[in-house]
């Protein structure tokens, strides 16, 4: 099964809008960390935004805010008054144990266009 | 954030030649370096994991004997090609973390990348 799932391969969003991403995880630890990063057309990968299993509200950063719902196993990325700038590639990762070497695990990730 | 660099960031070679990728942590010790790889339009995908001074840790189905990782020293590891071939054309980023135990808060920074194609 997969550990991320991203079920939105594309995005449409009009600019000075808000967004919602999507992201699913599975995981059995009761201790993690999920991460969303951007990734524009130049390749680098761009760190957004932290959540933790044990953070008790949800994660801001700016205009990212992070709606984690725990018992869904969801931690969708809130992208608020969208700018041309934030079209890209949006990635949900995951950090748990279960690999041993806590390595990040990614989803397939977003596309995500602002339209002018 | 964290300064990383790779060089080259871009490089076309022939079929059967050797790449080194090299990946430097600029502003802290990287105790452990994940070399990830990114196929067109797809997520990144790890191919190995490494401690410095140690041996790499490669992942299910990433040939050790083709894909040399070496991390020596704690500001420097590179990734060498070897025989490369056109299915090797791919996005190599590396991810160097500092601290001796990654843990699950640790925020995990990227080089910018080094798009490889193969002829």
């Known amino acids: 099964a997969q550990k991320i799932t991203q079920t939105q391969p594309g995005m449409f969003v009009q600019e000075k809008e808000a967004v919602t991403l999507d992201c699913t995880y599975d995981?059995?630890?009761?201790?993690?960390?999920l991460f969303w990063y951007k990734q524009p057309s130049s390749g680098e990968m761009i760190f957004l935004i932290y959540?933790?299993?044990?953070?008790?509200q949800n994660a801001t950063e700016g205009r990212y805010s992070l709606n984690f719902q725990k018992a869904r196993k969801s931690a969708n990325l809130v992208i608020s008054a969208s700018q041309l700038g934030d079209s890209a590639m949006y990635f949900c990762?995951?950090?748990?144990?279960?690999?041993?070497?806590?390595?990040?695990?990614f989803g397939k990730g977003t596309k995500l266009s602002v339209i002018p | 954030g964290a300064v990383v660099s790779q060089h080259p960031s871009w490089v076309i070679c022939k079929s059967g030649t050797s790449v080194k990728i090299e990946c430097r942590s600029l502003d802290f010790q990287a105790t452990t370096m994940f070399w990830y790889r990114q196929f067109p339009k797809q997520s990144l995908m790890l191919m190995a994991t490494?401690?410095?001074?140690?041996?790499?840790?490669?992942e299910q189905g990433v040939e050790k004997d083709k894909f040399l990782i070496n991390h020596a020293s704690l500001t420097l590891s590179t990734l060498t090609v070897t025989s490369a071939h056109p299915e090797d054309s791919s996005f190599y980023i590396c991810?160097?973390?500092?601290?001796?135990?990654?843990?699950?808060?640790?925020?995990?920074?990227f080089g910018p990348g080094t798009r490889l194609t193969v002829l």
């Open positions: 490494s401690n410095e001074g140690s041996k790499a840790t490669y």
């Open positions: 990762a995951m950090r748990d144990s279960g690999a041993g070497s806590y390595q990040l695990t």
């Open positions: 991810s160097p973390t500092s601290g001796g135990v990654v843990k699950e808060a640790d925020t995990q920074y």
């Open positions: 995981t059995s630890d009761q201790s993690y960390g």
């Open positions: 959540q933790g299993s044990y953070d008790e």
